[in-house]
């Protein structure tokens, strides 16, 4: 991974992460930092079990996730597919929220699991473009 996208994404403290809708348009939220990632290959989010975004991933799993730098002119912005994983044991998950997340208190939280399948990194105004091998 070119280390510059690893730094945006490293360092990103804010990423949209965008769902489609039963009628097939685009819902975005923003959400704090992933929880756990490899490299650009997957992310996991902190999300709202009972929301709209989990609502869409259950019924549609195409998604898009991004994130920029507005100071470098930089962003990443990955297609891929998304994933809901139900929580085992909330105190688990508890040590590894940040105190925004802490603070949103769902009744039911689950972890939105994106993987990706193409990325696209921008960087004073040169885009790159590349497609994830398949496992």
Request: hydrophobic share 40%; glycine share 6%.
């Amino acid at each position: 991974m070119d280390k510059n996208m690893e730094t945006l994404l490293a360092n990103a403290d804010t990423f949209m992460l965008i769902t489609m809708d039963n009628r097939e348009f685009p819902h975005a939220i923003a959400v704090s930092p992933p929880l756990e990632r490899n490299g650009f290959y997957y992310f996991k989010f902190y999300i709202n079990g009972e929301g709209r975004t989990a609502e869409n991933i259950r019924h549609n799993r195409i998604g898009s996730l991004f994130c920029f730098d507005k100071e470098k002119h930089e962003s990443v912005s990955l297609k891929g597919y998304l994933f809901v994983e139900e929580l085992v044991e909330y105190k688990k998950l508890a040590a590894q929220l940040n105190e925004f997340q802490k603070g949103l208190n769902y009744e039911h939280p689950v972890i939105a699991i994106f993987e990706t399948l193409s990325v696209k990194h921008y960087e004073n105004m040169h885009g790159e473009f590349l497609d994830v091998p398949e496992k």
